[in-house]
């Protein structure tokens, strides 16, 4: 957008926001990231109320990044859900996962704090476990045995994780980021890779210490 026009203020809303919470009033945090802080500050007004509490921040990049970069895990998550693993190998993936998105993030010019806060984290966790959610359905039909397109058609909405993990990882090749759950997605998705021996190959890595 800053490309095609002038004179513009872009702000991003992003967070754990399902809309079928928001509209029942359900207590929900998020936030307004903009680099012009006056305007962060209105559009936070505007928003604010008893249940929909607004924080602001000036990484745009980085919220936008986490808010669709989350799609992919979450789909990893429906998958290994849908597959029969359980809550430690789904906490190993959400975990991991807001790892890659911080690295691609932080190679894009991005704030490795905001990955922490409710456009990053926030957005993930509720993304990878909440049956709301397009994403966590369609890699739970795929992990039953379903191809991506015949999950895509049956959740009769955009699954925006499927081209997000296309996008991000030719975006990591670019980049030279290292993102092997990412791979693994795009494995699975591209070319129909066994979900079982996609986990077993990330479960063998070379050993590694647990950072960034």
């Not at 359900?26 to 305007?39: F, G, R, W």
């Not at 789904?90 to 998105?101: C, F, Q, S, T, W």
Request: glycine share 10%; net charge negative; charged share 25%.
């Amino acid at each position: 957008m800053r490309e095609e026009t002038t004179n513009c203020i872009f702000a991003a809303l992003s967070g754990p926001s399902h809309a079928e919470e928001v509209g029942a009033s359900l207590p929900t945090a998020i936030t307004i990231a903009c680099e012009n802080k006056e305007v962060a500050e209105d559009i936070q007004d505007a928003f604010m109320s008893t249940y929909f509490r607004v924080y602001t921040n000036e990484d745009v990049m980085g919220a936008e990044l986490g808010g669709a970069l989350k799609n992919i895990i979450a789909l990893g998550a429906g998958i290994s859900d849908g597959v029969g693993y359980g809550d430690n190998a789904k906490a190993a993936l959400m975990n991991r996962g807001i790892v890659e998105i911080a690295r691609l993030g932080i190679a894009m010019g991005a704030d490795v704090h905001t990955f922490y806060g409710l456009s990053g984290i926030g957005d993930l966790i509720v993304t990878c476990t909440s049956k709301h959610s397009r994403n966590w359905n369609a890699g739970y039909l795929i992990g039953q045995g379903m191809t991506k397109d015949q999950a895509i058609k049956k959740i009769g909405m955009v699954v925006e994780g499927i081209p997000t993990t296309y996008a991000s990882y030719e975006l990591s090749k670019k980049l030279s980021v290292e993102m092997p759950i990412v791979d693994a997605m795009y494995d699975v998705l591209e070319n129909n890779a066994d979900v079982k021996e996609t986990v077993n190959k990330l479960m063998l890595r070379d050993k590694k210490e647990e950072k960034l």
